[in-house]
């Protein structure tokens, strides 16, 4: 599968489309100005579900997507080409514009770039990713002396 890359020519602000190897992944339902790359295989629109998405990791059949808006992590099924699904977005008030994704097993890091918190989320079961933990990584208001 090739790389991610993002296409959003002539769209509305709002608009994200993302190409997933061979696929459109929106959350507007507007149509792209140009034709997507050769070969398109599938699209996948979500208004909800895929707004904020700026970045695609893939592990195997699955898709995740960090969404900056939303407050949400999206995964998608992507072991069927011609058909990629939504399988399932964990959502949590502390994920602030999800800014950073790593993954281990089934066990994801989410980074918080407003509010400096690191989400550890369970998705063992990608129909229903948990939170384990939520951590904070810096406090906004430390001061250091100085001599």
């Known amino acids: 599968?090739?790389?991610?890359?993002?296409?959003?020519?002539?769209?509305?602000?709002?608009?994200?489309?993302?190409?997933?190897g061979a696929y459109l992944i929106s959350h507007a339902g507007n149509a792209v100005a140009q034709s997507p790359p050769d070969p398109f295989v599938g699209r996948l629109v979500d208004p909800v579900l895929l707004r904020g998405v700026?970045?695609?990791?893939?592990v195997g059949d699955y898709a995740y997507l960090p969404c900056?808006?939303?407050e949400r992590l999206t995964i998608c099924s992507?072991?069927?080409?011609?058909?990629p699904t939504v399988i399932s977005s964990f959502t949590h008030p502390e994920l602030k514009h999800a800014a950073g994704f790593a993954?281990?097993?089934?066990?994801?890091?989410?980074?918080?770039q407003s509010n400096q918190r690191l989400l550890v989320v369970?998705?063992?079961d990608k129909s229903a990713p948990r939170l384990l933990r939520s951590l904070t990584t810096a406090h906004a208001r430390t001061t250091r002396s100085h001599p």
């Open 122 to 124: 369970d998705a063992a």
């Open 54 to 58: 700026e970045d695609v990791h893939i």
């Open 78 to 83: 992507i072991g069927e080409p011609a058909n």
């Open 68 to 70: 900056r808006e939303g």
């Open 103 to 112: 993954i281990h097993d089934d066990t994801i890091y989410l980074a918080s």
């Open 1 to 20: 599968m090739q790389n991610a890359g993002s296409y959003a020519h002539n769209l509305p602000f709002t608009a994200c489309i993302v190409f997933l």
